[in-house]
């Protein structure tokens, strides 16, 4: 039995969850609504203020999926109710990040600045007040798209190993390098 996939997943009081014919699993609360098609193979059932996933057989396939949507549909349950949340650094002198009409501006280094468009269901601000450098927060219901815009972003100027210049993710660590040393 699946570890993660036998464990039920506990239904927040604000969230409704809607389960259709065709497997297609829809949450609603405070923050939004999600909604997921699950393999016609996995069953997925509301008891007592509870999700519980289940599997038909104990085929490998059945197995994988058994866990995966367990874990994708805690995954929306604890989005709809609390968001998911996370935080990007700049670092390096004069790089500067801002956000205008809910488009992010980026002067990471380069001859230009850098305009990030956020997708649908994200929300992205700049707080400047917690230190001297500035801190990108992404905000969404959807961990993965909240992760992907995250990497997204990153990606834009990744953190180098001799300064340790460039965006990082808050809990990051960047290992350093030795630069070259004078010759005698």
Known sequence: MSRIGKMPIE???????DIAANNLVTMRGPKGELSLQVDPDIQVKQEDGQLIVSRPTDQKRHRALHGLYRALLQNMMTGVSNGYKKEL??????????????VL???????????FVPPKGIEISVDTKRGKNAIIVIEGIDKQMVGQVAAKIRALRPPEPYKGKGLRYIDEFVRRKAGKTAAR
């Not at 239904?11 to 969850?17: L, P, Q």
């Not at 650094?89 to 809910?102: D, F, H, L, P, Q």
């Not at 501006?105 to 305009?115: K, N, Y």
Request: cysteine-free.
């Open 11 to 17: 239904i927040g009081n604000k969230v409704t969850v």
């Open 89 to 102: 650094e700049v670092i390096g002198v004069g790089y500067r990040a801002a956000v205008n009409n809910g």
């Open 105 to 115: 501006e980026l002067a990471v280094g380069f001859s230009h600045p850098i305009f």
